[in-house]
């Protein structure tokens, strides 16, 4: 999969696409189901599959001072649309300048003569240019006029409930990883490089590898049964595991972290790339009468992971 940054700058072979537009955080099955309809058009019409979406996240600029609330960072969203099959990830940067754009302009200068795009997918719920005046609607006419299709994909719902990001944050804040995934279409991951922490984890027979979940949402803190993949290094590879997700209480912690102890591993994950599927919630953090209580928790909660893992 290529990613193209900037779309004053983009070589023939990056141009002519089918083109689903959106945020995409999480790629979840109301996502996939864009793509999906862009995919068919590109199949259609011999075109390679190209997904456009923006760095940083608009809310990020728009609301700099919000809680976090990222599904995945640019990395993790990257990787999810290249297993999927996207040929091509148009991830624009996201600045005062590209959000200023008029719905116009925007369609002219990035999607005609930027990308030369031959077919445009978008969700119902899509919005561009400045103040968020574009429509679906709007992005029709202007295909029509310029020379590109337009698809127009309906909602997806679970059951009787929406798929949105929104709700599957919710279902990850109250520790409901399982409903989480059945709307994302795969697991809930959260990945990043392994950072030096404390090495704790070392001492109490159980090493972990540290990542840090800043600007990430932040599911229910707590310890969970989970599946890790190594990305990089000599230990590339699938591992189950237990981890522990927050502020660490036991040894008076303040920032959230994620806390991951591979069963069966031995080596080092110093600045690897790891990626960390929640699958179960075990129970919420908290503090213990001395560390021989707590080893004899944790001893628990990795056998109670290993059960429920085992059974996948």
């Known amino acids: 999969m290529r990613i193209v940054r900037d779309y004053h700058y983009t070589g023939e072979a990056d141009k002519g696409a089918s083109v689903a537009i959106g945020n995409f955080d999480g790629v979840h099955i109301g996502h996939r189901a864009v793509i999906d309809l862009a995919r068919s058009e590109a199949t259609r019409l011999d075109a390679p599959l190209g997904v456009m979406t923006f760095e940083p996240h608009p809310r990020e600029l728009f609301a700099p001072d ?18 999927i099959g996207v040929d091509i990830l148009y991830e624009l940067t996201f600045n005062t300048g590209l959000s200023g754009l008029s719905p116009e302009d925007f369609v002219t200068r990035v999607l005609v003569e930027g990308l030369g795009v031959r077919h445009v997918t978008v969700g119902a719920d899509f919005h561009f240019g400045a103040k968020r005046a574009g ?36 279902a990850l804040a109250e520790g409901r990883p399982r409903d989480a995934a059945a709307m ?28 840090s979940i800043e ?15 190594v990305l990089t290094g000599p230990h590339k590879g699938s591992y189950h595991g237990a981890a522990s997700l927050g502020i660490r209480p036991q040894f008076d912690g303040d920032v959230p972290n994620l806390e991951t102890f591979l069963f069966d591993f031995k080596g080092d994950l110093y600045g690897e790339t790891l990626s960390v599927a929640l699958v179960d919630y075990l129970r919420p953090e908290a503090k213990f009468d001395g560390l021989d209580a707590l080893i004899t928790q944790m001893d628990a909660d990795c056998a109670r992971a290993r059960d429920i893992l085992a059974a996948l």
């Open 66 to 83: 919000a809680p976090p609330f990222r599904l995945t960072g640019s990395g993790a969203r990257a990787h999810r649309l290249e297993k």
């Open 184 to 211: 994302l279409g795969h697991w809930h991951r959260m990945e990043g490089p392994v950072v030096r922490g404390d090495q704790r984890g070392r001492d109490l027979g159980y090493p972990t590898a540290n990542m």
């Open 135 to 170: 429509t679906p609607d709007v992005l029709r006419d202007f295909g029509d006029r310029l020379g590109f299709g337009v698809t127009i994909a309906d909602l997806v719902a679970e059951g009787e409930e929406e798929i949105s990001s929104t709700a599957i944050r919710n």
């Open 215 to 229: 600007g990430l949402h932040q599911p229910k803190f707590g310890v969970y049964a989970v599946l890790a993949d």
